[in-house]
């Protein structure tokens, strides 16, 4: 049995890492912009760079549950 193709590539992720860090040093600043709007009720629909993200409350927070919380998106930063 053959090993199968690895999923994560970490030479390149280590090149990419190593790549951003110079381009860091040289920048004088990093500016990220984000920004939502209310859609209706909490649902909210935002924009990351080319990014939509859209949020809401569950029904028993006053929302229609459409999306993850805010919180939730928080959460999953702090995992990545």
């Known amino acids: 049995m053959t090993n199968p193709e690895p999923r994560v590539d970490l030479e390149r992720m280590r090149q990419v ?4 860090r110079e381009q860091t040093r040289s ?6 912009r984000a920004v ?3 859609d209706r009720d909490l649902h909210m ?10 949020s809401d409350e ?3 927070g006053g929302g229609e549950g459409r999306a993850p919380r805010p919180l939730q998106y928080l959460l999953a930063g702090a995992a990545f």
């Open 58 to 60: 569950p029904p028993e």
């Open 27 to 32: 920048a004088p600043t990093i500016t990220q």
């Open 17 to 20: 890492y190593e790549t951003t």
């Open 36 to 38: 939502a709007r209310i």
């Open 45 to 54: 629909e935002g924009r990351v760079g080319n990014f939509k993200l859209e």
